[in-house]
T-cell receptor, first 118, second 109 residues
Framework: GAVVSQHPSWVICKSGTSVKIECRSL??????MFWYRQFPKQSLMLMAT?????????EQGVEKDKFLINHASLTLSTLTVTSAHPEDSSFYIC??????????????FGPGTRLTVL | AQRVTQPEKLLSVFKGAPVELKCNYS??????LFWYVQYSRQRLQLLLR??SRESIKGFTADLNKGETSFHLKKPFAQEEDSAMYYC???????????FGTGTQLKVEL
């Protein structure tokens, strides 16, 4: 099946610094990728939809200047948490939509990135 | 706007007992429904989707448009079924997934 990777798997940073998280589709081209945030024992909250070659679409309440998304190629999307603060500590998960499924709309998820801001 | 409701945060059953994880949705159009599973320390993975009408690992789910439900069922629970289960909906066309809050299934011996 389709595989999505994320890097790094975990990162610890100081408050005020920026952190970049990569999401790659390994064996398919993804025109659309999604970024989620998951708090402990809670569901996934969609942050933004990333479309290759165009600006990301952010969900209500998500600061686009704080969570920069770039989808420069069909296999790579990046999420940069700028000027990170402790409240940004969370589990960030990306998913990629495999368009080869025809009318079946399936997203494949990365393993997630644990961000801890000190 | 669409919404997915999973009323149970935790469901505990004994091995060999039947399992039913409830999922209800609200959407005025024709949605696509999915069940995703997250085993301990693993990524979220697709379990099944209504459009495929498939049975995966003994699990089935039928879309009931009248009751706007997509309950996940398995006749005999196994220990390895213990995991977090999420019901999700999309309106199709590459649109975003809307997740329910998830149900933790615990299968006890």
């Amino acid at each position: 099946g389709a595989v999505v990777s994320q890097h790094p798997s975990w990162v610890i940073c100081k408050s005020g610094t920026s952190v970049k998280i990569e999401c790659r589709s390994l064996d398919f081209q993804a025109t659309t990728m999604f970024w989620y945030r998951q708090f402990p024992k809670q569901s996934l909250m969609l942050m933004a939809t990333s479309n290759e070659g165009s600006k990301a679409t952010y969900e209500q309440g998500v600061e686009k200047d704080k969570f920069l998304i770039n989808h420069a190629s069909l296999t790579l999307s990046t999420l940069t948490v700028t000027s990170a603060h402790p409240e940004d500590s969370s589990f960030y998960i990306c998913s990629a939509r495999d368009p080869s499924g025809g009318n079946v709309d399936t997203q494949y998820f990365g393993p997630g990135t644990r961000l801890t801001v000190l | 706007a669409q919404r997915v409701t999973q009323p149970e945060k935790l469901l505990s059953v004994f091995k060999g007992a039947p399992v039913e994880l409830k999922c209800n949705y609200s959407y005025s159009g024709s949605p696509e429904l999915f069940w995703y599973v997250q085993y301990s320390r693993q990524r979220l993975q697709l379990l099944l989707r209504h459009i495929s009408r498939e049975s995966i690992k003994g699990f089935t789910a039928d879309l009931n448009k009248g009751e706007t439900s997509f309950h996940l069922k398995k006749p005999f629970a196994q220990e390895e079924d213990s995991a977090m289960y999420y019901c999700a909906l999309t309106t199709g066309g590459g649109n975003k997934l809307t997740f329910g809050t998830g149900t933790q299934l615990k299968v006890e011996l």
